[in-house]
């Protein structure tokens, strides 16, 4: 059973506004959480994280919220450039720290 | 910087041909991990190790066994390939008490024929 979904297979925005992409959880445990972004025919690549604790995290023109009372997070990409376009992967761990819970990750296409 | 290597970006082997796929890293990491990577399933977990000679199952073992004899190499291996295991396998590494991230390979595009 998934336990990290990511409900928009893929999502389109313009070059400079913001991209939103969500991911819901189902597991109560998970205190981790990751967003991945991966390029065709390359590995994922890490890009920010959030502990349980905070409920938000910023890292330059990504920022991740966390909302626990609802499982839910979204990763947001301000503003918006070409060469963001890519598979978003959410993941998220509980406190074995071992494996990680992966969505099916949504393609976002920034278009000029 | 980690890195994470793969012993090939693509393979084609035939069914029935018992087939290996290796992973090096060069960070010390304690823990390494095989995923494969299907459209629309995303990344799912093979096998895991959290130390040398350290298995355990993930999300989909059937078909695949592992083997970890030292710390920086872990392998995955098909005993008998069929087509049903075509698909992009990608191997992670991470130190837990560094943090949770896990650093991929470059992925290894396997075709069973």
Redesign the interface.
């Known amino acids: 059973d998934q336990q990290v979904k ?1 409900n928009s ?1 893929s999502l389109s925005v313009q070059e400079g506004r913001i991209s939103i992409l969500n991911c819901d959880y189902t597991n109560s445990m998970f205190d ?1 959480f ?1 967003w ?1 972004k991966k390029y065709p ?6 890009l920010i ?1 959030i502990s349980s604790i905070k409920d938000k995290n910023e890292d330059g023109r990504f920022t991740v919220f966390l909302n626990k009372s609802a499982k839910h997070l979204s990763l947001h990409i301000v503003p918006s450039q070409p060469g963001d376009s890519a598979v978003y ?1 959410c993941a998220a ?1 509980d406190h074995s ?4 819970n ?4 949504t393609s976002l296409l920034v278009t000029p | 910087d980690v890195k ?1 290597t793969q012993s090939s ?1 693509y393979l084609v082997k035939r069914t029935g041909e018992k087939v290996f796929l290796e992973c090096v890293q060069d960070m010390d990491h304690e ?1 390494m ?1 095989w ?1 494969r990577q299907d459209p ?6 093979i096998y ?1 190790s ?1 130390d040398v000679k350290m298995k ?1 199952k ?1 999300d989909i073992p059937e078909g695949y066994s592992v083997s970890r004899e030292k710390k920086e190499r872990f392998s995955l291996i098909l005993e008998s390939a069929s087509t049903n295991q075509t698909s992009m396998y ?1 191997c ?1 590494s991470s130190s ?1 008490r560094e ?9 290894t ?1 396997l075709t069973v024929t």
Do not use: I, M
Request: proline letters at 6%; charged letters at 15%.
């Open positions: 990511q297979p981790y990751l991945y025919a390359e590995g994922p690549t890490f994280s992967f761990s720290g071992y494996a990680l992966f969505g099916k990750g | 994470v970006r823990n991990f995923y629309g399933l995303g990344l799912r977990l895991f959290y355990e993930g990608l992670a837990y943090s949770r991230e896990q650093y991929f390979g470059p992925g595009r």
